[in-house]
């Protein structure tokens, strides 16, 4: 801080006046921000200038002097504060035994969040879409717990009076209750698709995304209890290995660069491959232009079928190829006519060791094909097919240990207990030939090693194809990766984000809850996207845990003449937090200081 002398003539006549100005970081760079105008008042000799600037700034940042400050020191520094210059009484010190510090609160997450909130036009989006002003916040309330510290609608109004976040909003959350939240969840429903077209809109001009390549998967969420009400709650093919839970199946599409463009909620007993039309229809109804786009999906996926639905859409596709596709090149890939993939170490990790991948390009038909060789993938295949054959094995000897001691003695019971084996292990049944003699009761099984023998030569080997001609093998495979990017948001909403278990039994409830987990990563796929983009490799998980020192207090001042000043501010951001507001372009204030006196009793 510092004192600034102005002068302005006016009919002849010279006014002199003083200001007490600041020094402060923009985006657009240093720019002087006035503190408080002292008026005609004469600060004192010109030399004396800079340290009582100073002195100011020491009494507005910290605590106040000791010592019985001129009645002039005391008027600016009130003044300072309050804009305006109550009545001083000169010679009152502060008690330094009773000085405190109050009601500490984390800052720092929460106001990357709320800022984040703004820049993406969250707030512009739900008034457009006709939500109240306080739905408005609660829904930011809620999204910004999903991302922060993932709570439950009963523990959120604690979690939330525990943050700096009402001070940030400048509302009271004291009565704040769940009941409130469990309604704005209802109020937010019928609002997801409008939010969720124009956020992507907003996003596409604001990062200059890439809209010719979108990824879609699939993963399961599943709930604790019952879930009734719900009849999309049903049992499935659990991902999270919770086969016991009713589940629900969310489909995600996402752009190259990781932000979420649509998704779909669907029962939990839905086969994957079903659900790709309606992907499809709600991308168009999301994006509004997707004709000449690709989209990348698993192999789950790759039905012919599916590819048909695809084309009809008026896009392309890489997918991974299925199982017999890739028995049918057999003799292509014992050739040895394979390129290298260059594989660039992570940045965050330089010395990470990439495991070693070949690729070849072959065309039949108005189709490209990938072969592909991943030395990493060889070992992963090789132990899941010995698991199986080893899971397959025992429960071929627990069938044969029933056959023997007469519990099971059905003959067509026996062959459908073969044929379910085959079913629950169909990756190693195929090459074991199983028997049952009815004449002698024996169960009998045989390895044929000839189909064993081209599964092994077929481990850490994969097939890719696509109706994209004009690609390179290279620029196949590496879009095809991509994917791993939407592996990589669900473990976000899951992990950091606690998208599961899911408590509520509404339908509408689960959508919703779902929704706000997806508003949550758009915020956190932005704050690590202006991270990428200055060349920073991080993850929100690390400047979490580096912003949470940055907090608002509540300085108390006790003074010996019965009154107590308390000044609420947010601390001195640390080196480390402004290197991170500065990267993100938001303010380095989390709020406006506040002054006020409290009588003693």
Request: with cysteine.
């Amino acid at each position: 801080m510092y004192i600034r002398k102005t002068t302005k003539i006016s009919k002849g006549k010279t006014y002199t006046h003083y200001l007490l100005v600041e020094s402060v970081h923009t985006p657009k760079g240093p720019r002087q921000r006035t503190i408080c105008s002292l008026g005609s008042l004469a600060p004192g000799p010109l030399e004396q200038w800079c340290a009582l600037a100073r002195k100011v700034e020491a009494a507005l940042t910290g605590p106040l002097s000791l010592e019985p400050t001129a009645p002039p020191l005391e008027l600016m520094v009130e003044e300072a504060r309050t804009g305006s210059r109550p009545p001083v009484v000169p010679g009152v010190p502060t008690d330094p035994e009773r000085v405190a510090l109050e009601e500490a609160r984390e800052a720092g997450p929460v106001h990357v969040g709320h800022q984040m909130w703004h820049q993406l036009g969250l707030e512009a989006i739900l008034r457009r879409a006709g939500l109240s002003a306080w739905a408005r916040l609660l829904s930011e309330v809620m999204t910004l717990n999903r991302l922060i510290f993932p709570l439950s609608e009963h523990a959120m109004p604690d979690w939330l009076r525990r943050t700096a976040l009402g001070d940030i909003l400048g509302t009271e959350f004291s009565t704040l209750t769940e009941d409130a939240l469990y309604r704005n969840l209802d109020q937010l429903h019928p609002h997801r698709e409008q939010i969720e077209r124009e956020l992507a809109t907003h996003e596409q001009e604001l990062f200059g995304l890439d809209e010719t390549i979108y990824l879609y998967d699939l993963t399961s969420t599943y709930f604790e209890g019952q879930a009734v009400r719900n009849r999309q709650a049903k049992r499935g093919y659990s991902r999270d290995k919770r086969p016991d839970c009713k589940q629900v199946l969310v489909g995600l599409v996402l752009d190259r660069d990781g932000f979420p463009k649509a998704h779909e909620i669907f029962a939990g007993n839905r086969q994957d491959r079903s659900t790709v039309p309606e992907m499809l229809e709600r991308l168009k109804q999301r994006t509004g232009k997707t004709a000449g786009a690709t989209v990348v999906v698993d192999r789950g996926m790759a039905y012919e079928e599916n590819l048909a639905q695809i084309r009809a859409q008026g896009l392309h596709y890489i997918v991974a190829g299925r199982q017999p596709e890739r028995d049918a090149w057999l003799a292509e890939l014992e050739e040895d006519d394979w390129e290298e993939v260059v594989r660039i170490p992570s940045p965050r990790n330089p010395h990470q060791h990439k495991s070693r991948v070949q690729i070849k390009r072959r065309q039949q038909g108005h189709e490209v094909y990938v072969l592909c060789l991943s030395e990493g993938r060889e070992e992963k295949d090789r132990a899941i097919r010995q698991t199986h054959e080893q899971r397959l094995l025992e429960d071929l000897e627990a069938l044969r240990g029933r056959i023997e001691k007469g519990q099971l003695k059905d003959t067509a019971k026996i062959h459908q207990g073969i044929g379910r084996l085959k079913e629950r292990h169909p990756r190693v049944a195929r090459y074991y030939q199983i028997t049952y003699d009815a004449a002698h009761k024996r169960l009998a099984w045989q390895e044929d090693t000839g189909k064993k023998a081209v599964a092994e030569q077929l481990d850490g080997s994969y097939v890719l194809k696509t109706d994209r001609q004009a690609l390179s093998a290279d620029e196949i495979w590496r879009t095809y990766t991509l994917l791993t990017r939407v592996e990589a948001a669900f473990r976000a909403m899951k992990s950091p984000l606690m998208e599961r278990p899911i408590f509520h039994h509404l339908q509408r409830r689960t959508e919703t809850h779902i929704f706000l987990c997806i508003l949550a990563y758009h915020l956190l796929v932005a704050i690590e996207k202006k991270f990428l983009d200055n060349g920073t490799h991080t993850s929100w998980w690390s400047l979490r845990q580096q912003l949470s020192t940055h907090q608002v207090v509540t300085v108390v001042l006790p003074t010996s003449n019965g009154q107590t000043l308390k000044i609420r501010k947010g601390t001195t951001p640390e080196p480390t937090h402004r290197a991170i507001y500065e990267t993100l372009g938001i303010p380095m204030e989390v709020m406006k200081p506040k002054t006020w006196h409290e009588n003693i009793p």
